[in-house]
């Protein structure tokens, strides 16, 4: 095994999926944002929210493509870069990803397309299963990737037999606890990525004093949102916490930068990990709050990072750093969705122009926390591909040399960075153009053998109500 090859294949594979996840992030939220449009609109009648569905299907429509262009990869490097991990853990591995496509694909490739030619063509009830349908999907492909990634963690439900992990319990597998608070993180992550990236679009316009109905629609929706799912997201992650203190020791006294063992434990805030003294410098702690926290007792003993072999603890200054911006991004969203909110109620938000820009600059901390959350959880589980059994430096391919890594790596990073640099000015222009203006009626109608003309529909340059000021 070649030392530089095994670490540029996992600086490519932390690159692709951090690029990757990006998109089902958003994609997952935005299918629920485009449920939730859909059903008002047939309820009440309101143009206002058909206009912002056609709005949105154009900019989900390319943030999914982008999504599915970006996630192709992923298979073909477990072959190419990780061919020991796909040998061992292929028979409970490859049937999860199998389910997701059997299922998340089926029904996003399905009732997609309903979504983009088909609403002149079904019923309204249909169109809004449809619309149901994708969502379903994509919340899918979310749950079995989870349960993939889940295994890998806390692996359960398996023997070895032959030099492989065979599963032997599927139970066990698919409704492992690990899974029932990491797939929930997860999509209320994506939820929540939704609401602040509609709420920002929504506060933008207001700043620019256009499209204001829509505005409207789109700020308090998005911010009443994230401030009923931000505190139910604060309690989950603490359940999250919990499973890593039992079943990953290791990762938990790297995240709180524990060298030795303590009891009780204090909390550190704030310092600056130094693996050499096995020692944090500039630290600010509160005492006993550790214990409270890892295990909601005043007295606990919580283990520290000396007490594992060095060969087995995870580095520690990014699991630190990234878990308390993660956690710094959730309390900066909530104060922003509490706060839009109750002058939301008051009828005071729109004249609140700091708070306006404040929500509009905010749109890119959910990501940020989806990946230092990320981060948290896949280095902190170093030196482990499949935790406590299998070791990244193990699961390489064997043959790989430190060219061949090197040469995929650069053309990953020439492609994604092309592919995002065109589809990202691609959504900005929409945004830019902003929501379609005639009452909630698209220009014109998208023909199957264009599936683009979607997006190439140009929005009037004001909304359908600002054109009569």
């Given at each position: 095994?070649?030392?530089?090859?095994?670490?540029?294949?996992?600086?490519?594979?932390?690159f692709?999926?951090?690029?990757?996840i990006?998109?089902p992030?958003?994609?997952?939220?935005?299918?629920a944002?485009?449920?939730?449009?859909?059903?008002?609109?047939?309820?009440?009648?309101?143009?206002v929210?058909?206009?912002?569905?056609?709005?949105?299907?154009k900019?989900?429509g390319?943030a999914?493509?982008?999504?599915?262009?970006?996630?192709v990869?992923?298979?073909?490097?477990f072959?190419t870069?990780?061919?020991?991990?796909s040998?061992?853990?292929?028979?409970?591995?490859g049937p999860?990803l199998s389910?997701e496509?059997?299922?998340a694909f089926?029904?996003?490739?399905g009732?997609?397309?309903i979504?983009?030619f088909?609403r002149?063509?079904?019923p309204?009830?249909?169109y809004?299963?449809?619309?149901?349908?994708?969502?379903?999907?994509?919340?899918l492909?979310?749950?079995?990737?989870?349960v993939?990634n889940?295994?890998?963690?806390v692996?359960?439900?398996?023997v070895l037999?032959?030099?492989q992990?065979v599963?032997?319990?599927?139970?066990?597998?698919?409704f492992?606890?690990?899974?029932?608070?990491?797939?929930?993180?997860?999509?209320?992550a994506s939820?929540?990525?939704g609401?602040?990236?509609?709420?920002a679009t929504g506060?933008?316009?207001?700043?620019?004093?256009?499209y204001r109905?829509e505005?409207?629609?789109?700020?308090?929706m998005?911010?009443?949102?994230?401030a009923?799912?931000?505190?139910?997201q604060?309690?989950i992650?603490?359940?999250?916490?919990?499973?890593?203190?039992?079943?990953?020791?290791?990762?938990?006294?790297?995240?709180?930068a524990r060298?030795?063992?303590?009891q009780?434990a204090?909390?550190?805030?704030?310092?600056?990990?130094?693996?050499t003294t096995?020692s944090?410098?500039?630290?600010?702690s509160?005492?006993?709050?550790g214990s409270i926290?890892?295990?909601?007792?005043l007295t606990?003993?919580?283990?520290?990072?000396t007490?594992?072999?060095?060969?087995?603890?995870p580095p520690?200054?990014?699991?630190f750093?990234?878990?308390?911006?993660?956690?710094?991004?959730g309390?900066?969203?909530l104060?922003?969705?509490w706060?839009?909110t109750w002058l939301?109620?008051?009828?005071?938000?729109?004249?609140?122009?700091?708070?306006?820009w404040?929500?509009?600059?905010?749109?890119p901390?959910?990501w940020?926390?989806i990946?230092?959350?990320?981060?948290?959880?896949e280095?902190?589980?170093?030196?482990?591909?499949?935790?406590?059994?299998l070791?990244?430096?193990d699961a390489?391919?064997?043959s790989?040399t430190?060219?061949?890594?090197?040469?995929?790596?650069?053309?990953?990073v020439?492609v994604y960075?092309?592919?995002?640099?065109?589809?990202t000015y691609?959504?900005?222009?929409?945004l830019?153009?902003?929501p379609?203006?005639?009452?909630?009626?698209?220009?014109?109608?998208?023909v199957?053998?264009?599936?683009?003309?979607?997006a190439?529909?140009?929005p009037?340059?004001?909304?359908?109500l600002?054109?009569?000021?």
């Amino acid at each position: 095994m070649d030392p530089t090859a095994l670490l540029l294949s996992r600086l490519q594979f932390a690159f692709t999926i951090s690029f990757h996840i990006i998109f089902p992030a958003f994609t997952i939220g935005l299918a629920a944002w485009l449920t939730v449009l859909e059903a008002m609109h047939q309820y009440s009648g309101r143009p206002v929210y058909r206009t912002l569905f056609e709005f949105w299907l154009k900019i989900f429509g390319v943030a999914f493509g982008m999504g599915v262009v970006s996630g192709v990869v992923m298979a073909f490097q477990f072959g190419t870069n990780w061919s020991v991990l796909s040998k061992m853990s292929g028979p409970i591995q490859g049937p999860l990803l199998s389910y997701e496509t059997f299922t998340a694909f089926m029904l996003e490739a399905g009732f997609f397309g309903i979504l983009i030619f088909g609403r002149p063509r079904v019923p309204a009830w249909f169109y809004l299963f449809s619309t149901a349908m994708v969502a379903l999907g994509t919340t899918l492909s979310a749950f079995w990737i989870m349960v993939n990634n889940s295994w890998m963690q806390v692996p359960t439900g398996y023997v070895l037999q032959n030099g492989q992990f065979v599963p032997d319990d599927w139970a066990q597998i698919i409704f492992n606890r690990v899974v029932w608070v990491r797939f929930p993180h997860m999509l209320l992550a994506s939820y929540l990525t939704g609401a602040f990236c509609v709420a920002a679009t929504g506060a933008w316009y207001l700043l620019r004093r256009t499209y204001r109905a829509e505005a409207h629609v789109m700020l308090r929706m998005g911010l009443a949102l994230a401030a009923v799912l931000l505190p139910v997201q604060l309690f989950i992650g603490h359940l999250v916490g919990d499973y890593v203190h039992d079943y990953q020791p290791a990762k938990f006294a790297a995240i709180e930068a524990r060298w030795h063992d303590e009891q009780p434990a204090s909390e550190v805030l704030i310092a600056i990990p130094d693996s050499t003294t096995e020692s944090n410098r500039y630290a600010l702690s509160i005492p006993v709050l550790g214990s409270i926290i890892g295990s909601m007792s005043l007295t606990s003993k919580e283990v520290g990072l000396t007490s594992f072999a060095p060969q087995d603890r995870p580095p520690v200054a990014i699991p630190f750093f990234a878990f308390r911006i993660m956690v710094g991004c959730g309390f900066v969203m909530l104060g922003l969705a509490w706060l839009g909110t109750w002058l939301g109620l008051k009828h005071r938000l729109e004249r609140s122009r700091l708070l306006l820009w404040g929500i509009f600059l905010s749109f890119p901390l959910p990501w940020i926390a989806i990946l230092t959350g990320w981060y948290t959880a896949e280095v902190g589980r170093q030196p482990w591909t499949v935790y406590g059994v299998l070791r990244t430096a193990d699961a390489v391919t064997p043959s790989l040399t430190a060219a061949a890594a090197t040469a995929s790596l650069i053309l990953f990073v020439a492609v994604y960075a092309f592919i995002f640099s065109f589809g990202t000015y691609y959504i900005y222009r929409l945004l830019r153009a902003g929501p379609a203006g005639l009452g909630g009626k698209p220009l014109h109608v998208p023909v199957p053998n264009r599936p683009m003309s979607l997006a190439d529909q140009v929005p009037a340059s004001h909304s359908y109500l600002e054109a009569g000021e």
